[in-house]
């Protein structure tokens, strides 16, 4: 918008302050703000009674002139000729406007009036743009997106952890990830991936935990560890790049300065990992996998992505590939983000596709191979080999713009305690 | 790949055809397919006798040299120096290769074979071109896509159709549509959108009906209902553009010929589309919805989109706005995919924001505004004017792709007697 020009603004209002004959509405539009001016005699008896009227959160329509200002803060106001409230507002159970947030648990019961709030908003415009990116990402690199079921029939990566569901009188759960769909898909289609939501039925009360949350779901036939590395490190950046590119002004919102794609990863083995954990005084055990406080004190070592390439098959998912050399270790490769806001951000690696090799290690994990139906029939088939990893939208927006809690990055988180609003 | 070029090939063997001292495979690529030709002489032993072995639906690798043929159906074939079997397979229990496809209920028990048959695999990768085009013309209108809660603490559009989940002992459900917090979005944002999956626990079990659909759920402040129908048939045009970009083999290997961006839209007032039905012999008042037979009958009538711009106010739900002149009337759009595969392919309109009338017309339609808590609670801090629409995204499919039934647009699709796999 240039000086001098005729516009028509919609907005909230977020103060007025009156100075003798003259006053400011500072507007809060859908994209940004935008100053009202207005000066007692240059405009209506009516229009400046009505600002006497105006209150917070009044969604108002505003015509008038555009003219630069060297005084205003925005660095142009609005000289309104007409003034129009549309819907008027009660006083609002929290505070949208200071610079002192309201305690959590408040803000997520008004979250409706909450996400008005320019940092709320800021977060959102990015994981639109996150989101995007992933997908423009994927498609770019030959994967053909699928949606697959989130309602399933068959709890088969273990029961406890699952959301039941009363499917027509019929007991079913709703998904965990797409995991058994998306190997499925890869024999078809070479490579495939989704972003959808994922459910967890996790009594888990952290910082880190949503029960219900968004998966980058990739699977991909034909790939080596170091290609499921190079491309999550690769897609990663080019989300980086794409919210750098995009997102600047909410960036500067919500204070995140230092964010740019990184210059490299790291690869380190589940032994270094072990050794670097010691060292920091943890007692921890070969074959043990890594818990809260451990994961915590080992991304805070790290400046950069890093992934560890394999874990003790003891604690690998049956689907999960086992070192053909050295049965004590399974192909499941974690990448982690760094920093004091680093958490794992995907777990993935390569699958086992040989149906004998499979069913055996069903049964050393003490699974029936006779409950996986169709899972395991399928490679029976000419089943190609594949690999793939599962990538959490909010995991990675917790680290990106360094949230304290990932509930942060959901619009309307889900916790064990909440499931409303 | 030029002509006389090294090559390595991944791919399904379909079939092997022996000629003497000649033999033919033609693979199933992930792309397309391919013709590997095999001359007894110009081998080794070795790999004449591999050829033997083949059998349909094993998966290997072949190098050779690609070469023009002017004989191969392709145009080009391989001239093989090694086939390696990556996985064999076992004979497929659904014909994957004739022209006449298995009877529907057998493909969908082996849906995961099913999905390979390059049919199958055209209707999804002109899905993943639809998703993405949506998207891309969302964005491009301004809409911040947003993630909106799968699971649900209240059954507020009337519980019948909800899916109930046990979550943490609580009984909660799986959301049809985001409709209320799309709605909640829309105060803060302006322009928001999803393509999230919904679901309806209706035991439907026609052609047109999946319990478990994605909606490409839209919202935007201040519209008209000019807006929306525009919009609307924006974006439907926007896909058929793009999918004719990117998919027009996939077109051809499904047969669909005429698929092409549409000149106009018309719209029907109800009680024009009351006239027609009564015309073709239906028996039907002012104020009866259309049922499915109904609703066959109008579409066949079109040849372009239509959009029903009004509708009885007692047949309409709660959140859209009633005529401030004639209470009769309901301000919900329906936009309707036109011909023989026609459907409803969305619902949508302008809502009520205003919270005193937004009560009295629950209690009109026998609800009890207390119980929607926050939902009606938003509305009391000013509240912009809005309007959207939820468009199926299999409804659309089934009309562009003249699919016989909505079931083919879902990889894994779920109906009330399906939830596996």
Known sequence: MGAGTKVTVYGHVETVRRKGRIAFILLRTFDGEEQVTVKRGEVSDDLWSLVEELGREYFVRVEGTLVQSSIARLGREIMPERIEVIAPSKPTPIDLYGKVEAEWPTRLRYRYLDIRRPKVKAIFRIRSTLMNAAREFLRGEGFVELSFP??????????????????????????????????????????????????????????????????????????????????????????????????????????????????????????????????????????????????????SEFDRPFFIPEFPAAITA?????DRRDPRIAHRIDMMGPGPYGV????????????????????????????????????????????????????LMQTLLRLERIHEAALYPRTPDIVEP
């Open 318 to 322: 049956f689907y999960y590939m086992v």
């Open 150 to 299: 989130i309602i399933i029939a068959t709890a088969t990566e273990g029961g406890a952890e699952l959301f039941p569901v009363d499917y027509f009188g019929r007991k079913a759960f709703l998904a965990q990830s797409s995991q058994l769909y998306k190997q499925s898909a890869v024999a078809a289609f070479g490579r495939v991936f989704s972003i959808a939501p994922s459910f967890r039925a996790e009594k888990s009360r952290t910082r880190k935990h949503l029960t219900e949350f968004w998966q980058i779901d990739v699977e991909a036939a034909l790939v080596s560890k170091r290609d499921l590395m190079d491309l999550q490190f690769r897609l990663v950046n080019h989300i980086v790049e794409r919210i750098l590119e995009e997102n600047e002004r909410d960036l500067e919102i919500l204070g995140v300065k230092d964010l740019e794609p990184w210059d490299g990863y790291d690869v380190v083995s589940y032994d270094e990992a072990l050794e670097i954990l010691r060292r920091k005084g943890f007692e921890i055990e070969w074959g043990e996998d890594f818990g809260a406080d451990e994961e915590r004190a080992l991304v």
């Open 344 to 395: 794992e951000w995907s777990s993935g690696g390569l699958r086992e596709y040989e149906p004998a090799r499979l069913r055996a290690r069903m049964r050393e994990l003490g699974l029936n191979p006779e409950s996986f139906g169709w899972y395991l029939d399928m490679f029976e088939y000419g089943f190609p080999p594949h690999g793939g990893f599962g990538m959490g939208v909010e995991r």
